[in-house]
């Protein structure tokens, strides 16, 4: 069941295409156009975004290529991490079997979706991912 629930977050990972990336990329600027002259006005701190916005002789097209290779990097980090960490336990069955205990306890048999909350409770998995990392 838990590794149901792995292979559903990797195979939506997979589905997250260039155009939803392009689509939430311009929402998010155009958001940002919104509260930047305000910090401007007011000498605040500004996001990324804002920065870039604020950058002179910056194009949009440009800002929108590095936004979505931002979000992309992250995105692949991210799967990869999770397919070492899987290959990491396989290769260490009792450690593997320490994280299904764990995450037995914390979601139960009913639960199909991770939620915010059970992380802080998943240390041995933190410690795996962790170790996967270093």
Do not use: C
């Amino acid at each position: 069941m838990k590794m149901k629930i792995l292979s559903q977050y990797l195979h939506k990972m997979d589905l997250i295409s260039l155009e939803f990336l392009d689509k939430y990329v311009r929402e998010v600027v155009e958001n940002s156009k919104v509260t930047l002259k305000s910090k401007l006005e007011n000498d605040k701190d500004l996001d990324l975004i804002e920065t870039l916005l604020a950058t002179p002789g910056m194009k949009l097209s440009d800002m929108y290529t590095y936004l979505v290779d931002f979000l992309a990097a992250g995105i692949d980090n991210t799967s990869s991490t999770v397919a070492f960490t899987m290959l990491n336990l396989a290769r260490h069955p009792e450690k593997q079997a320490k994280v299904q205990e764990e995450l037995d306890r914390v979601l139960g048999k009913d639960v199909d979706e991770l939620k915010p909350h059970h992380l802080s409770q998943l240390s041995y998995l933190k410690g795996a991912v962790k170790e996967t990392l270093r």
